[in-house]
């Protein structure tokens, strides 16, 4: 793995860093602790929808560096907006004083279902290591929203502007 200046990556604890300046080193246990991905309740590689399920709230902001942004870390528009997973729909069931929620656009009401994000997904801008692409149906939810389970209850959520939710569950 080769990190650059301003990349961003997942702490075991979850947290989320930028490699920069204030990083000096990275052991090889660190190394392998931000490359291996927890299970929500399932092994490696095996995530179920229903693991999911339940309400979840964005605890800080990220953002991506792979590419332009408009967000900023810990992005008022989505701290503290809270998101649910259910069997049959997702629904972000508030917004935040910067940013209301837009139904038609935020919310999945077609049963949703998880796929392997990984380097075997044959969509090249969906290829996320450890990550899981969840779809509405059999469509995309949101920009191709993409989640990284951290720990039974923490996972990244990679969603527009190339933002980085941490969602802790509630």
Do not use: H
Not at 30 to 41: G, H, W
Request: hydrophobic share 45%.
């Amino acid at each position: 793995m080769v990190l650059t200046a301003g990349a961003r990556f997942i702490m075991g604890d979850g947290r989320l860093r930028e490699w920069g300046p204030k990083v000096k080193y990275l052991t090889e246990l660190s190394a392998a602790l931000m490359m291996s991905v927890s299970t929500l309740a399932a092994a490696p590689g095996k995530l179920k929808y229903a693991d999911l399920i339940g309400i979840w709230r964005v605890s800080g902001v990220a953002v991506n560096s792979d590419g332009m942004s408009t967000l900023v870390d810990d992005d008022p528009q989505f701290l503290g907006a809270v998101l649910e997973f259910s069997v049959d729909k997702i629904v972000w069931l508030n917004g935040t004083p910067a940013r209301s929620i837009v139904p038609e656009v935020d919310n999945c009401d077609a049963p949703p279902k998880v796929t392997s994000a990984g380097p075997d997904n044959p969509a090249s801008n969906f290829q996320v290591e450890g990550g899981f692409n969840v779809l509405c149906g059999d469509e995309d939810w949101g920009p191709g929203g993409v989640v990284q389970p951290v720990d039974a209850d923490t996972m990244i959520l990679r969603w527009y502007d190339n933002g980085l939710l941490r969602l802790l569950r509630q």
